[in-house]
């Protein structure tokens, strides 16, 4: 791994642990619970462009995925300071290195990546919902799991469209300064 991809890793996840920290700021302040999910398409456009300008490369995107769980730990983000079941936000950075690094060349080659940061995006937010569920259910009260699945049923949809309009806004970010990259 070169200097140039270290440094990428650490800015994009130093910029997703910022945005992290702001939505959650959100919550404390209004005391709206979910409220952070009408901020998706801040999360996935920095998301979208880290992982195209890794370029399919394996491993990047989940390095970035570590650090930002490292940072994350011991705050108040998804939980308690120093809570390890947060660690398992690293399972949809993982899968998406896995998955859609192995097709960026095809998608690249058939000039289709738009469509490409678009599922990316839709299917790296909606592999969380299943997580967070998992982890609601093994360490947290009935009633926590039962607002989140009313929570989530709600705003699916928000998620989905903001991750798609995030997809677009950071695949279009991408080519404007893809050559600098």
Known sequence: MKAKELTLIIFYAAVLVALAYTFQH???VTGIR??????????????????????????????MGCIIVLLVLPS??????FDITKTIFIVPFFFSDVVFNSCHKYFENKSKLL?????????????????????FQLFFSPYVVKL???LIKGLVGVIVIEATVGAYLGYKIYQSIKVVL
């Open 148 to 150: 989140y699945i009313e």
């Open 76 to 81: 108040y983000i998804h939980g308690a300071p």
């Open 26 to 28: 959100a919550r404390m």
């Open 115 to 135: 469509y490409w940061s678009v599922l990316f995006a839709n299917v790296f937010y909606l592999v969380k919902i299943p997580l967070s569920l998992i982890r």
């Open 34 to 63: 979910g409220i952070s999910y009408f901020f998706t398409i801040f999360g996935a456009i920095p998301n979208v462009l880290a992982i195209l300008s890794f370029r399919g490369r394996r491993w990047r995107f989940l390095s």
